[in-house]
């Protein structure tokens, strides 16, 4: 798939989750934005998926660890046709299958996930079940960075790397900001590329918002063998709506009515530029 | 080893409940080929080496994580295998507890724990390493089946019976040889079905894991004072075999409970909780009396707890 394509993709995933948390009245935007457009290159690109056939035995597997960008999921498997886009509306209300965190039962959901260092354990287990079964299928796992505090993320790959798990990609949505503020403030997981090359990981950084450095930094992924990947994504926490980026306030808030509509203009703006671009 | 040490011992052959599991798992393996054993470097204590030295490839030791452990087989149980997770029950179901919880019991995959070392009778390691709360912790995870078999006869069962299950289980094994008291012909074991080991009409004594055993003293003891105990082995406290504890409670209208667990929250709680609602009966819960437990051989721990044959044979004289 073209650049232009992706980022066009990317967009509509963005209003997707504005929309979601926006009709939620709660839920993550901040870091469902810096991870979207990685998020569009994993199921428009990068995975051997079928939105028509969710569980076919031999797909790649992905495990949102960092469960409270759900917002950022769903809108991606919405967009990618595994579920309506209107349903994204019904996020976090009572009696959707949308869960204000990834459950197993929807549709392209490979593990339930949100207790923060969970889900890199799954996807460990995923892979070296794969492995056991020789079987071909990859397994995907993305981490926030303040994740990273977790003790449980460093025995998962402390393993993964122990067990040369090859088939296993290791993500991590290095916005910079948690909850509580600057992760270099509140207990700094810095240098996040050292630390998984002292687990035995190949380290990988990149600009999560450049679709040709992620195209690279998969491939290299792909062809890394005898040990695990770790991709460190550089990316703006908010990115694509100008009054949450880099703007820790919106981590863990919902946009109101005015606020859901000037944000929807800012993605409006890009998506018009997108289509500018494509007919230059 | 231990069925040696037993004829050595004379009349009554003992088993630790580890050591029917570690048996029970390399017994089962040909017939359970997406059977795998995980371990958390605990494998000679938790007996999973029997099955590591059978089926090398089919152990996958975690080292000293347990958190991990957990996750690990819930990933191994999307991709087809049935994991047996060991670990002591401290850690398995204590440290682990959330693991358990949210990626295992909340997605109800196919994970197994088989957890060692339960209750006071660890001995002397004393008591960060005695377990008195993990019943209580696991029965409140929805979907959970939870067993705490009595002997070797129903360890290798319980262990048959959470395979040819779909669904999270969790089984707690001891560390201390118990006598095997389920050696009959006709035994059979099904989940959530508990069983009249001795018929009475005076006090039901509801016993789980190695107090059965002592219940049944507890009961002949009784039956010298002209006391007349009916007593029940409960393996599967959840889901509970309601049917059975009202039937005899209706009988004999005093109920006493004995486990070596914490009386808040485990097989007492369970048998009140079913009580109160279907048929209110006098309940005396027998176990740790909200005490943590301390250094000793298991034997000297088990009477100075009160949960061997005397023990539970005053508690029920003072109860009538």
Redesign the interface.
């Known amino acids: 798939m073209n650049n232009l394509e992706l980022q066009k993709h990317a967009n509509e995933v963005r209003k997707g989750i504005v929309t979601a948390v926006h009709g939620a009245k709660a839920g993550h935007p901040g870091g469902s934005l810096s991870a979207a457009d990685a998020f569009t290159f994993l199921y428009f690109e990068e995975m051997n998926i079928d939105p028509k056939d969710p569980d076919k035995k031999d797909r790649d597997r992905f495990v949102l660890s960092k469960g409270h960008t759900a917002p950022g999921l769903y809108s991606t498997l919405a967009n990618r046709g595994y579920f309506p886009v209107e349903d994204l509306k019904t996020l976090r209300h009572l009696g959707s299958y949308l869960q204000g965190h990834p459950c197993i039962h929807i549709p392209g959901v490979d593990m339930s996930s949100g207790s923060l260092g969970q889900g890199i354990s799954a996807a460990v287990g995923m892979a070296l079940g794969a492995k056991m079964n020789q079987e071909n299928f990859r397994v995907y796992t993305l981490l926030g960075d303040g994740e990273l505090e977790e003790g449980q993320v460093w025995e998962a790959s402390m393993f993964a790397g122990h067990r040369k798990l090859d088939n296993l990609c290791v993500i991590v949505d290095n916005n910079n900001l948690q909850i509580d503020g600057p992760i270099d403030q509140v207990c700094s997981p810095y240098p996040i590329d050292k630390k998984f090359e002292a687990f035995n990981f190949h380290v990988i950084n990149v600009d999560a918002h450049d679709f040709d450095a992620l195209r690279a930094a998969f491939k290299e992924a792909r062809g890394t063998k005898g040990m695990p990947t770790c991709i460190v994504l550089h990316s703006l926490k908010g990115k694509g709506v100008s009054y949450m980026e880099n703007n820790i306030d919106w981590h863990g808030k919902a946009p109101n009515d005015e606020e859901y509509a000037a944000a929807m203009a800012d993605l409006e703006k890009i998506g018009a530029e997108l289509e500018k671009a494509g007919e230059a | 080893m231990a069925e040696k040490n037993a004829q050595n011992a004379g009349t009554v052959k003992k088993v630790a409940t580890r050591e029917s599991y570690g048996n029970a798992l390399k017994e089962l393996a040909e017939e359970f080929p997406d059977l795998?054993v995980l371990d958390a470097d605990l494998a000679a204590a938790t007996k999973t080496s029997i099955f590591r030295k059978a089926y090398p490839?089919r152990h996958?030791d975690?080292?000293i994580?347990e958190?991990?452990m957990?996750?690990?087989?819930?990933?191994?149980?999307?991709?087809?295998?049935i994991p047996f997770v060991s670990s002591f029950a401290m850690f398995a179901a204590g440290r682990a507890f959330?693991?358990v919880r949210?990626?295992i019991g909340?997605?109800h995959l196919n994970v197994k724990i088989g957890a060692t070392h339960a209750g006071i009778t660890v001995g002397e390691d004393g008591a960060t390493h005695q377990c008195n709360e993990d019943i209580a912790l696991m029965r409140t995870i929805p979907g959970m089946v939870v067993m705490c078999p009595a002997d070797d006869v129903e360890a290798k069962a319980a262990v048959r019976a959470a395979l040819e299950y779909q669904g999270p289980v969790y089984i707690r094994f001891g560390r201390a040889a118990v006598p095997v008291i389920n050696d009959k012909p006709d035994y059979k074991f099904e989940i959530g079905k508990g069983s009249v080991v001795r018929e009475g009409t005076d006090v039901t004594i509801v016993a789980t894991g190695i107090c059965v055993d002592s219940a049944l003293g507890a009961a002949e003891k009784l039956a010298a004072d002209g006391v007349n105990a009916e007593v029940i082995s409960i393996c599967t406290i959840k889901p509970l075999d309601e049917e059975i504890i009202i039937n005899s409670a209706k009988k004999t209208g005093k109920v006493v409970t004995v486990e070596e667990h914490s009386v808040i929250g485990g097989l007492g709680s369970a048998v009140c909780d079913c009580l109160s609602a279907n048929l209110p009966t006098k309940v005396k819960k027998l176990g740790m009396q909200d005490v943590f437990g301390e250094s000793g051989s298991a034997a000297a721990l088990v009477q100075k707890y009160g949960l061997d044959a005397e023990g539970v044979y005053k508690s029920v004289k003072e109860f009538l």
């Open positions: 795998v490839d996958i975690c080292g994580a958190a991990n957990m996750g690990i087989a819930a990933g191994l149980s999307l991709t087809g295998k959330e693991q949210n990626s909340y997605p």
